[in-house]
């Protein structure tokens, strides 16, 4: 291979590396909206004797602490499939993490239908 060649494999390494790293914030975002809706609002209001205030109080809050912890994801896991063009993270670890994003929506999705 040439040099030409290396760099462009490596510029569509970091390409795919950013592509994934976008799927997976998108698909984590989904995962977290579909959480708030289940943490903040489905269970609260299967209980019956909160107060709307609380309600509202509770929703606002946990609303910021789930989009914090979303942050926190988006940043490390940018971190991990940044060493994709590097060799360092097979399709294995990449399949991992969607696997797990996956488990967590059909985790919810259950959940939720079984409220």
Known sequence: MTQTDTKARQALLYILAYALWFASAALSLWAVLWLRILLLIDLPMSMSGINPWSLSAIDKFGTVLLGALWLIFVIVSERYF???PENELSLIDV??????????LAVIYLARFLL
Not at 95 to 104: D, N, Q
């Open 82 to 84: 940044r060493r994709l």
């Open 95 to 104: 399949v991992k993490v969607f696997a797990i994003e996956g488990v967590v």
